[in-house]
């Protein structure tokens, strides 16, 4: 091995990468992201030379190339039709989806050829880019930022999620973190990251509801707040209800005030994000003043459009009475009253518009709390968990899964597998039998929603249990395992019971990248791909290396007098060679001495076995001898 | 040497010793992973109908403290695995202990008494019938939120009388008894849960 020899504390392994390897938090929003970073619980957003948080959610497809943020919204107004915005509408989402907005998007989605579902696509500027591609593009942005201001690279995040957000909106999220160079650290939902914000911030106690407004998405969360454990009771929402359809109400509304145009065929064309830019401008100023006037000029014909703040409402008012109606059921789900509830959390910059607040607070019976930025809540509690994560703490977050599973059963109906609001992780076994003398395969179709029927529920996965062994019918018992973990996602697993025979299953998500896209997608982003996985798989080797030497250390403490003195200092000596190559950034010899390490203490690792057992044929528990051992040394 | 065999199995990180069921390594302190096992047991209780709500909550809070996939994100990915696997188990055994429906069926099912929540004797116990048809006809006349207030009360009452009477079957180890018991307290939960619906409909109007 070349290189220099690096010295250090006896028995301290250095902590390389530490300050450089810092792991940020991620709000990727409909209209603007942000991103922030922790330390020592404390969290700051990154801000840019002019002090602004917020980049807005837009990417331009330029000539001169791909741009983000406000300089791609500028686009808006010269190059409509290079510019998308709102992406994290279709995240997940297949054809089928986009036609309950159909009209409101203002950017043309491509229908897939075979009609075989799949996500949506988008043509702009003369490409076809899937919504993971854009959002990529988003993150990459925000990834940039992030590393200017702190200095160093910047390759793990906590990203945020509405709590809303399906199995395929979640994957679609991790994909894009992938695409842009970022490893996941974790999804945390948007209200739960609020939460962590406030509870750490003030050591909040008691029940709190998070009323979560965003440009896109609307989440309410029942969270308890207990010695440092963040608890979701219960949590609903609308994936597909946000300020974005304020600004669209606004929007038609002045359009209809147009003679002779017509207010949704407009609106899949330049004119409709006129209208939009002028709608959204009508609703912020809104906030603060009682009416204003503004001005459409489409195909060079302007028109003046009054606004007061009783229009406004009057316009918005179903959305935000549907909101309501949600938050009652969540409460309801969480067997909490508002009377009970000890804060209320209002996130999102939605929440800014008077009505909202007011109603909120109507339902709630009280002010809410608003010591923290709407729009950095979430960041800045993403950014906590990612320092949690990395660092430690004693701050706990217990989810739950945001909709029911289940499987779709004969006549198309939906029997559920697991009811929304169990806590994760969680897994589930439901089992199956065949119909069928002989039947060797079957499907499976799981489906997430609260509807009876499968058809009205959002469609996860369809895969086939194939390679069940030649029996009668009904004699086959095959136990499916639902899967969801931390982050929300679910995986599927299958075993027949009464031959042992383990099923492989492949699941095909319905509205996801198969493996083979997201390859191709990380193969054309070159700038990325390579150096990433290295690191990674550096990372992991790592991990591998130092949890090795920590084993063998422990082991050779409690059961060292198992050893004479030659045979312990073989063992010494690999643990070293070890120890040398973690501090170098050669992945092979880190493997090659882990693989050593391994060899050279099998011996020791069997007599210790030994001991293990014959200390258990005389009654004793190995953690008995183990302390006594230990307690000896 | 059967039975030592299967009380202690070998660590995957430090290949020693690990008495089965055991989460940890008594050695280099390594995730184990997990193995089928009772809810009482995965909160370290012994099985018992009395349970003190406030202390199960504590063990849940602490098991999630060490066991939580969170807690292991700087480490391998077998490790985070067996973390999320521990706490599956012990979400669900929370979930089975913390209402008293659940852990009833769950000590009927360890003493292998069917409960009375399947389909075929929920109609034997006329008395129960009555009585649940009375209390939604109250529910159903409630008109204002107080109203409904008073209905809940009174069904509290019977739930917690039930509650208190169910424990007393399984001290006397009377399974039937206890079985009848569950099924009415189900009734009256189902009841409770219709009871809020219909006063959050009220709050709303």
């Not at chain 1, 959390?345 to 008077?354: D, F, I, K, M, N």
Request: net charge negative; with cysteine; glycine share 8%.
């Amino acid at each position: 091995m070349s290189g220099l020899l690096q010295i250090h504390e006896p028995g301290r392994t250095p902590l390389p990468h530490q300050r450089e390897d810092m792991a940020v938090g991620i709000d990727l929003g409909t209209t603007n992201s942000l991103v922030a970073f922790a330390e020592d619980g404390q969290a700051e957003v990154v801000r840019d030379s002019r002090g602004r948080a917020l980049v807005p959610s837009v990417v331009a497809y330029l000539e001169r190339g791909v741009v983000v943020g406000e300089e791609a919204r500028r686009e808006l107004l010269d190059e409509a039709e290079r510019v998308v915005v709102s992406v994290k509408r279709l995240m997940g989402r297949g054809y089928e989806d986009v036609q309950r907005v159909a009209g409101q998007l203002p950017y043309e989605v491509e229908i897939p050829a075979d009609g075989d579902g799949g996500m949506v696509r988008l043509r702009v500027a003369g490409r076809t880019l899937s919504p993971v591609e854009v959002s990529a593009e988003i993150l990459r942005a925000i990834k940039a930022r992030a590393e200017a201001a702190l200095g160093h690279a910047v390759s793990r995040a906590v990203i945020t999620v509405p709590a809303h957000f399906d199995d395929a909106a979640r994957n679609a999220t991790k994909d894009a973190a992938r695409l842009a160079g970022l490893e996941t650290l974790r999804l945390v939902n948007e209200p739960t990251a609020a939460a962590l914000a406030y509870g750490l911030d003030e050591a909040a106690e008691g029940l709190y509801a998070v009323y979560d407004l965003g440009g896109g998405t609307f989440d309410v969360s029942v969270l308890r707040l207990r010695m440092g454990v963040f608890q979701v009771l219960a949590t609903g929402g609308d994936p597909l209800l946000g300020g974005d359809d304020f600004d669209r109400l606004v929007a038609e509304h002045f359009l209809r005030q147009r003679a002779g145009v017509p207010g949704d065929a407009a609106l899949t064309s330049n004119e409709a994000k006129m209208a939009l830019i002028s709608a959204r401008l009508a609703k912020e100023c809104l906030t603060d003043q009682d009416s204003g006037s503004w001005t459409i000029d489409v195909g060079g014909r302007p028109s003046r459009h009054d606004l007061d703040r009783a229009t406004l409402e009057a316009l918005i008012e179903p959305l935000v009475a549907r909101t309501l109606d949600i938050t009652r059921d969540v409460l309801a789900d969480a067997g909490v009253t508002p009377a009970e509830i000890a804060g209320l959390v209002l996130v999102g910059g939605s929440t800014r518009v008077p009505m909202v607040r007011r109603r909120v607070a109507e339902v709630f019976g009280r002010e809410p709390l608003d010591d923290i930025d709407p729009e950095e809540v979430v960041a800045r509690g993403a950014a906590l968990q990612a320092e949690a994560l990395t660092r430690g703490s004693q701050a706990l977050l217990l989810d739950v899964t945001p909709l029911s599973l289940g499987i779709e059963t004969m006549g198309g109906l939906c029997e559920k597998v697991m009811p929304r609001n169990t806590p994760v992780p969680a897994a589930r076994a439901q089992e199956f039998t065949t119909y069928q003398d002989g039947q060797s395969a079957m499907m499976i179709h799981v489906v997430q929603g609260e509807r009876e029927l499968v058809a009205e529920n959002r469609s996860l996965a369809r895969f086939e249990l194939a390679g069940i062994p030649p029996m009668a019918a009904g004699a086959a018992r095959i136990r499916v395992t639902f899967a969801v973990d931390a982050d929300g996602l679910l995986t599927v697993s299958a075993d027949e019971a009464t031959t042992g025979v383990r099923q492989q299953v492949a699941v095909k998500p319905s509205y996801g990248l198969s493996e083979d896209e997201t390859a191709a997608m990380l193969r054309a982003s070159m700038e990325h791909a390579a150096a990433d996985m290295d690191a990674r798989l550096l990372r992991e080797a790592r991990v591998d290396g130092e949890r090795m030497i920590q084993a063998v250390t422990a082991a050779l403490r409690v059961d060292g007098d198992l050893l004479d003195g030659a045979e312990r200092e073989a063992i010494a000596g690999v643990v070293e060679a070890l120890r040398r190559t973690l501090a170098g950034d050669d992945r092979g010899s880190i493997q090659d001495a882990v693989e050593t390490c391994n060899a050279g203490t099998e011996e020791f690792a069997s007599r210790r076995m030994d001991r293990g057992i014959r200390a258990a044929l005389k009654g004793h528990s190995v953690a008995e001898v183990a302390e006594s051992l230990s307690g000896e040394n | 040497m059967n039975a030592s065999d299967n009380a202690v199995s070998r660590c995957w990180s430090c290949h020693g010793p690990v008495n089965r069921g055991a989460a940890f390594c008594p050695t280099c302190s390594a995730i184990q992973p997990p193995h089928a096992c009772d809810p009482f047991r995965t909160l370290g209780l012994a099985p018992g109908f009395d349970i003190d709500s406030a202390d199960l909550e504590q063990r849940y809070f602490a098991r999630q403290r060490e066991l939580h996939p969170d807690r292991f994100a700087a480490n391998s990915p077998r490790e985070r695995e067996y973390a999320s696997r521990h706490t599956a188990n012990l979400n669900d055994a929370f979930a089975m202990l913390r209402t008293p429906v659940k852990r009833a069926e769950a000590l009927l099912a360890a003493a292998g008494h069917a409960t009375g929540t399947g389909e075929t004797d929920t109609v034997a116990d006329e008395e129960l019938l009555v009585e649940a048809m009375e209390m939604r006809e109250g529910l159903a006349e409630a008109r204002s939120r107080s109203a409904v207030d008073a209905v809940v009360a009174a069904q509290e009452a019977k739930t917690d009388a039930c509650i208190a009477a169910l424990s007393r079957a399984f001290a006397a180890e009377d399974r039937a008894a206890a079985a009848r018991l569950v099924l009415r307290l189900t009734y009256l939960q189902k009841f409770a849960t219709e009871a809020r619906e219909r006063r959050g409909r009220l709050t709303a109007a």
